[in-house]
């Protein structure tokens, strides 16, 4: 089977029951958020192992999952149990293990920080989007909403990949991603604000022009410095990919690199412009 057949088929397989956990919310997007994040996470940790640095991970995936849930019950106790779990992690460093214990607790933490906070956001934001804009009390809205960033994001990726393959002559960030071009990112950031302003006002006909224009420039910006980002890590850590559980596509991790950057930023405009 080839590679693009089976990035077709995880693609047509996958995509409708994101869709649904999306836009079904509650506790069906909790349970994706979890997903997500805890394997995103385990990929994170392991990726550093050829180097020798080998995080907590039975601790760093629990304190992740506590955090994830409590962005979901009481988003007032995050800040306590992140901390908490974060000095759990520094007792850890006590024990004798293997290699450096401060790479080991630096990691595991930076991993917390990266993937599981960041989710938290995203998880916080589909939760109580509905709640926070009263006009869209009952609805779906908050679904539509995460869909619609995923939408800017992906043409984001397809506009900077074929308008950087075409007219790309100035290398963006050369020691991190060698192939992605200066051309390639504004033609990507272009295409993610026409995304979010043009199906926007469709899915979302009670949300203002602003906060639409803003959305996609988030997804636009921060979705391609959240790809570069883990790219920098998989060349540190000396990986391709963060992982094959997705056949074709690498890990879980490669394709949610940029909504999970994305989303703290989302959640904080959405978060401070409610009614």
Request: net charge positive; charged share 10%.
């Amino acid at each position: 089977m080839s590679e693009l057949t089976k990035r077709v088929l995880v693609a047509v397989l996958g995509a409708p029951l994101v869709i649904y956990l999306i836009i079904s919310g509650g506790n069906l997007f909790l349970l994706l958020a979890l997903i997500i994040g805890l394997v995103s996470l385990w990929e994170f940790y392991n990726m550093f192992t050829e180097r020798k640095i080998h995080a907590y991970q039975a601790a760093g995936l629990t304190v992740a999952a506590a955090i994830l849930v409590t962005t979901a019950l009481n988003i007032s106790l995050l800040a306590p149990v992140s901390l908490a779990g974060i000095a759990f992690i520094l007792i850890l460093s006590i024990r004798k293990q293997q290699e450096v214990a401060a790479l080991n607790a630096a990691i595991t933490i930076t991993g917390l920080a990266y993937i599981a906070i960041f989710m938290g956001a995203l998880l916080h934001l589909r939760l109580n989007f509905e709640i926070w804009y009263p006009q869209y009390a009952g609805s779906l809205a908050g679904g539509l909403l995460i869909l619609l960033v995923f939408l800017s994001i992906w043409v984001c990726d397809i506009a900077a990949y074929f308008c950087g393959k075409a007219f790309g002559k100035h290398k963006l960030a050369p020691s991190v991603s060698p192939k992605k071009t200066i051309e390639g990112a504004i033609a990507g950031l272009l295409g993610a604000i026409l995304v979010a302003v043009g199906l926007g006002t469709i899915m979302l006909p009670e949300t203002t022009v602003r906060d639409l224009l803003v959305t996609g420039f988030v997804a636009g910006i921060f979705g391609q410095i959240g790809d570069l980002i883990e790219s920098r890590f998989k060349r540190d850590a000396g990986v391709k990919d963060s992982s094959a559980i997705l056949p074709g596509h690498g890990g879980l991790l490669d394709r949610f690199d940029s909504l999970i950057f994305v989303s703290p930023f989302l959640w904080c405009w959405f978060y401070l412009m409610q009614a």
